[in-house]
């Protein structure tokens, strides 16, 4: 099969016309292919009412990003005076190489970008808006699959619902989620969990799908997709291209980046957006876009996937592919990007930018509505709850290490009352040390792999709009606490009786009761580091060499009147340090030890001891009562609790975006004139 091709839009100075070439078979075939893949999709995606459908368009966006400071400083641009337009009822896709920008334009308009600055225009019907003015009436599906993975589908996607759809019914809301479950197709799996790395759940389509689920069920007017096909194999990325072509024939604004798309999901893309170095090498219909190539001296071979083409012949500095062209590889890109830049289809686009066809701008409707705390906290906390008792290999490892160590404890220590006078005073501080330690090092440990596990999660979740830090930190924190008091309990019960301490049943709940404010310390502990540290196998390796000073200056190892007066300072931020004093003194007030009639003469001679004198001897008679030292033990628990806040309100104070200028100022800048020639590159 041969067609004449003609030059869509002829750069001055460029090659003379193009001879007839053979269009590529995949191009010719593609109204075929399709419309048989709009029969074979399936979805039933309700089509969206006029007034609630939303254009983006943006012009003269400069992203640019610093690093370093003072003289060191420098300034790389990363988006470089980049203007286009993307419509309603559109499957749009921003095609480029690694480092081209695609993935920073779809940030930067989808009001994603956490660092470095933009500059330029940006409109939503025509009316300049912001970055946070787009993310009201949008929804944006990020690349890496962030969901917890102990929610069932149907859950995940409830649960979305009622904390962005607080207006709703709950039975339009139950309605609304088995639509959104129907249209991507994953009624079949509602009651599956997603799945965790211990656990098998869905695939990995449709835990792509469940992510645009957790979007759609607020009927956003746009969604942007980062590399929404990535790690999924051809069949199932096909069938997520199919969903958002779908998505986009329903009315809505769909724009994704793709890295290199196969010829059956090139044939699905509607508007082409080609980025090289920062700069637009193309835009408009995909099926145009090889005969735009081809006008310019690179025509597309026959049978061959036109995105292949583009990668491997055009927007690589060193061609590999099989075409010649007019210009040589290094001259290449730049070339076709001031084509581009002087091409009337670019003067088309930036026409449409400053005379938009629709200027109703955005209805109520269009915005997202957060839900009071009062609504958060209740459904933050059943599900934290169902995560936590549904990570069963967690729970029973806590559950396992627990009874180990207190059975292992209570075997070394069975029995302290019958031994050597000696022996027990030495034996009982060390099973009261070990219980102070062991509860602050467990807990600390334990909370800390798993909240920086669903860290990503929160930060996703939260910057989405979905709850407020306080909401999410108080269910993070009140989860916790039964595990913080059915664990220690446990632990002390085991210990306790074994080793034979005080049968005082006051004595007994104030063991437990340190127990559990220093096992929540630990908690404590275990959640700061998670904030502070981004990456998990940094904090598993910093937390212990923390924590060692603060058991060795407890009072156990060196006495603490004995310690040199610049590490003094050291033992007043040990809740191991006062977890102790408080357990010994609880221990050893009123107990009176006496030496075994088998023991030595000198021994027996000396005769019974008081308590009261074993907690002199050890140093620590001037250190507090034992409420004292609870209540100080439950302050630093606090005080643990509000640094964590802090550091996670830190996370969420660095993730606020960079923006565009305000509306007023956008106003303020001069529009470009448009003669149908752009302006040099940069």
């Known amino acids: 099969m041969t067609n004449d091709i003609t030059a869509a839009s002829p750069a001055p100075g460029a090659a003379a016309?193009?001879?007839?070439?053979?269009?590529?078979?995949?191009?010719?075939?593609?109204?075929?292919?399709?419309?048989?893949?709009?029969?074979?999709?399936?979805?039933?995606?309700?089509?969206?009412?006029?007034?609630?459908?939303?254009?983006?368009?943006?012009?003269?966006?400069?992203?640019?990003?610093?690093?370093?400071?003072?003289?060191?400083?420098?300034?790389?641009?990363?988006?470089?005076?980049?203007?286009?337009s993307f419509k309603p009822g559109r499957f749009t896709v921003i095609l480029g190489a690694s480092g081209a920008g695609k993935t920073s334009l779809l940030?930067?308009?989808?009001?994603?970008?956490?660092?470095?600055?933009?500059?330029g225009?940006?409109?939503?019907?025509?009316?300049?808006?912001?970055?946070?003015?787009?993310?009201?009436?949008?929804?944006?599906?990020?690349?890496?699959?962030?969901?917890?993975?102990?929610?069932?589908?149907?859950?995940?996607?409830?649960?979305?619902a009622r904390l962005r759809l607080p207006r709703m019914s709950e039975q339009d809301r139950e309605i609304k989620v088995q639509e959104i479950m129907g249209m991507l197709g994953l009624?079949?799996?509602?009651?599956?969990?997603?799945?965790?790395?211990?656990?098998?759940?869905?695939?990995?389509?449709?835990?792509?799908?469940?992510?645009?689920?957790?979007?759609?069920?607020?009927?956003?007017?746009?969604?942007?997709?980062?590399?929404?096909?990535?790690?999924?194999?051809?069949?199932?990325?096909?069938?997520?291209?199919?969903?958002?072509?779908?998505?986009?024939?329903?009315?809505?604004?769909?724009?994704?980046?793709?890295?290199?798309?196969?010829?059956?999901?090139?044939?699905?893309?509607?508007?082409?957006?080609?980025?090289?170095?920062?700069?637009?090498?193309?835009?408009?219909?995909?099926?145009?876009?090889?005969?735009?190539?081809?006008?310019?001296?690179?025509?597309?071979?026959?049978?061959?996937?036109?995105?292949?083409?583009?990668?491997?012949?055009?927007?690589?500095?060193?061609?590999?592919?099989?075409?010649?062209?007019?210009?040589?590889?290094e001259e290449r890109i730049p070339k076709l990007l001031d084509a581009w830049k002087a091409s009337p289809n670019n003067a088309a686009v930036m026409k449409e930018i400053q005379h938009p066809s629709r200027m109703d701008g955005i209805t109520a409707d269009s915005h997202k509505y957060m839900s009071s705390f009062s609504d958060q906290f209740p459904l933050l906390m059943q599900r934290a709850l169902k995560n936590a008792l549904r990570n069963k290999l967690i729970v029973k490892a806590k559950l396992g290490q627990t009874i180990f160590l207190g059975v292992l404890m209570g075997l070394i220590y069975l029995n302290v009352p019958s031994r050597t006078l000696s022996a027990q005073i030495q034996d009982r501080s060390g099973v009261l040390f070990f219980v102070a330690v062991n509860q602050v090092m467990s807990a600390s440990m334990g909370v800390l792999s798993v909240f920086a596990a669903e860290k990503a999660v929160f930060e996703r979740e939260h910057g989405a709009g979905y709850y407020q830090l306080p909401a999410y930190f108080i269910s993070k924190v009140g989860v916790e606490l039964p595990f913080q008091i059915v664990m220690p309990l446990l632990l002390v019960s085991i210990v306790y009786f074994m080793v034979g301490l005080q049968a005082d049943v006051w004595k007994f709940f104030i063991t437990v009761a340190f127990s559990i404010v220093m096992s929540l310390c630990g908690t404590a502990i275990g959640t700061l580091a998670a904030c502070a540290f981004n990456d998990l196998s940094?904090?598993?390796?910093?937390?212990?060499?923390?924590?060692?000073?603060?058991?060795?200056?407890?009072?156990?190892?060196?006495?603490?009147?004995?310690i040199p007066a610049f590490l003094d300072w050291i033992k007043w931020l040990s809740p191991m340090k006062y977890g102790f004093v408080g357990l010994v003194k609880n221990e050893f007030t009123g107990l009176t030890l006496c030496p075994r009639s088998d023991e030595p003469e000198r021994v027996r001679r000396i005769g019974c001891r008081a308590g009261e004198t074993v907690i002199s001897d050890l140093g620590l008679e001037d250190q507090g009562s034992i409420l004292l030292n609870f209540l100080v033990v439950l302050g630093l628990w606090v005080t643990l609790l509000g640094l964590s806040y802090l550091s996670l309100w830190r996370i969420v104070r660095n993730s606020k975006k960079s923006d565009f200028p305000s509306p007023a100022k956008q106003q303020q800048i001069k529009a470009p004139e448009m003669t149908g020639v752009a302006v040099g590159r940069n």
């Open 17 to 84: 016309e193009v001879a007839p070439q053979q269009e590529p078979l995949m191009v010719a075939d593609r109204k075929q292919s399709h419309s048989s893949h709009a029969s074979s999709s399936g979805n039933n995606i309700p089509t969206l009412p006029e007034e609630s459908r939303i254009g983006v368009a943006f012009s003269n966006v400069i992203y640019s990003i610093t690093t370093g400071s003072g003289k060191k400083a420098t300034t790389k641009r990363i988006l470089k005076d980049v203007s286009c």
């Open 107 to 119: 940030n930067a308009i989808a009001g994603e970008t956490k660092i470095g600055s933009i500059t």
């Open 121 to 160: 225009n940006l409109y939503l019907n025509g009316q300049a808006a912001t970055g946070a003015d787009v993310k009201k009436v949008s929804g944006y599906v990020t690349q890496e699959d962030i969901v917890l993975g102990t929610m069932s589908v149907r859950e995940a996607i409830t649960m979305s």
């Open 187 to 329: 009624t079949k799996c509602m009651n599956t969990i997603i799945g965790t790395a211990t656990e098998k759940g869905i695939s990995g389509g449709e835990r792509k799908r469940v992510l645009m689920a957790m979007d759609l069920v607020t009927d956003p007017s746009v969604t942007f997709l980062d590399e929404p096909t990535s790690g999924l194999d051809s069949f199932t990325a096909f069938s997520v291209v199919q969903l958002l072509r779908d998505l986009a024939r329903s009315g809505r604004t769909v724009i994704a980046t793709l890295h290199q798309p196969s010829s059956e999901i090139f044939h699905m893309i509607d508007d082409l957006c080609i980025m090289s170095q920062g700069e637009i090498m193309y835009y408009g219909p995909a099926e145009e876009s090889v005969d735009y190539f081809a006008s310019k001296g690179y025509p597309c071979p026959r049978y061959s996937n036109p995105a292949d083409y583009f990668f491997l012949d055009i927007l690589n500095t060193t061609s590999v592919g099989s075409s010649s062209g007019p210009y040589l590889p």
């Open 538 to 562: 940094v904090a598993l390796a910093i937390v212990p060499v923390l924590l060692l000073p603060l058991m060795i200056f407890s009072g156990l190892f060196v006495n603490t009147g004995n």
